[in-house]
């Protein structure tokens, strides 16, 4: 598959082949919705938490005596079934992530990559550089048409185009290892440089 490389100016930068493998695949949602589902569960803090009859405020002593009231037996105040009593069965703190093999998170990568290429989504840009300036990059976005756009770099980010593009409202930039396919299908464009290119290639083969 050849695609047309442009520079941030707009300007044109040549064309760049892209292996079939990772760009060519026909995407499938189910592969893509296992992947995420494991991104968002291993993200989720499992922090919540509601406090069971043992640790409820009220006094332990029982209600009222076992016999001869007419009503139902009680033991304390902090039974489940009154108003403020403990909670019963309720959440506690736990992990939510679960096992996805590595083999499936690459396959999950390359069907994300391959729906934003199918779906004219993917841009290749020759390098992401600035001078370091906000107000230049974001007229530069702009006059590219990305509303909410992911960069994927190389190894490592040009530091001086992290620092512009961290103000810029709907621009996300990642190095190759932080690609990842729930970033990736979240924004409308996916906008990868030639040395990202080559390093997502040696990532996933």
């Given at each position: 598959?050849?695609?047309?490389?442009?520079?941030?100016?707009?300007?044109?930068?040549?064309?760049?082949?892209?292996?079939?493998?990772?760009?060519?695949?026909?995407?499938?949602?189910?592969?893509?919705?296992?992947?995420?589902r494991?991104?968002?569960?291993?993200?989720?803090?499992?922090?919540?938490?509601?406090?069971?009859?043992?640790?409820?405020?009220?006094?332990?002593?029982?209600?009222?005596?076992?016999?001869?009231?007419?009503?139902?037996?009680?033991?304390?105040?902090?039974?489940?079934?009154?108003?403020?009593?403990?909670?019963?069965?309720?959440?506690?703190?736990?992990?939510?992530?679960?096992?996805l093999?590595?083999?499936?998170?690459?396959?999950g990568?390359?069907?994300?990559?391959?729906?934003?290429?199918?779906?004219?989504?993917?841009?290749?840009?020759?390098?992401?550089?600035?001078?370091?300036k906000?107000?230049?990059?974001?007229?530069?976005?702009?006059?590219?048409?990305?509303?909410?756009?992911?960069?994927?770099?190389?190894?490592?980010v040009?530091?001086?185009?992290?620092?512009?593009?961290?103000?810029?409202?709907?621009?996300?930039?990642?190095?190759?290892?932080?690609?990842?396919?729930?970033d990736?299908?979240?924004?409308?464009?996916?906008?990868?440089?030639?040395?990202?290119?080559?390093?997502?290639?040696?990532?996933?083969?």
């Open positions: 598959m050849k695609l047309d490389v442009i520079k941030l100016d707009g300007g044109k930068a040549g064309s760049v082949d892209l292996d079939e493998a990772l760009f060519g695949l026909e995407p499938r949602a189910d592969i893509l919705h296992r992947v995420v494991w991104q968002r569960n291993n993200a989720q803090a499992g922090t919540h938490k509601v406090k069971t009859r043992s640790e409820t405020s009220y006094s332990t002593k029982k209600i009222y005596r076992q016999k001869g009231t007419g009503g139902a037996r009680h033991g304390d105040r902090n039974a489940p079934i009154f108003r403020k009593g403990g909670i019963y069965k309720g959440p506690t703190p736990r992990s939510h992530g679960h096992e093999t590595k083999k499936f998170r690459k396959l990568l390359r069907h994300a990559l391959s729906a934003k290429a199918k779906a004219g989504e993917l841009v290749i840009i020759d390098e992401a550089a600035s001078a370091g906000t107000a230049a990059l974001a007229k530069q976005i702009s006059s590219l048409g990305w509303k909410r756009a992911l960069v994927i770099d190389g190894a490592s040009n530091e001086n185009f992290a620092q512009a593009a961290r103000n810029i409202e709907g621009l996300d930039i990642l190095p190759t290892m932080g690609a990842n396919v729930y990736i299908l979240k924004r409308d464009t996916l906008v990868i440089t030639k040395a990202g290119i080559e390093a997502l290639e040696a990532r996933l083969k």
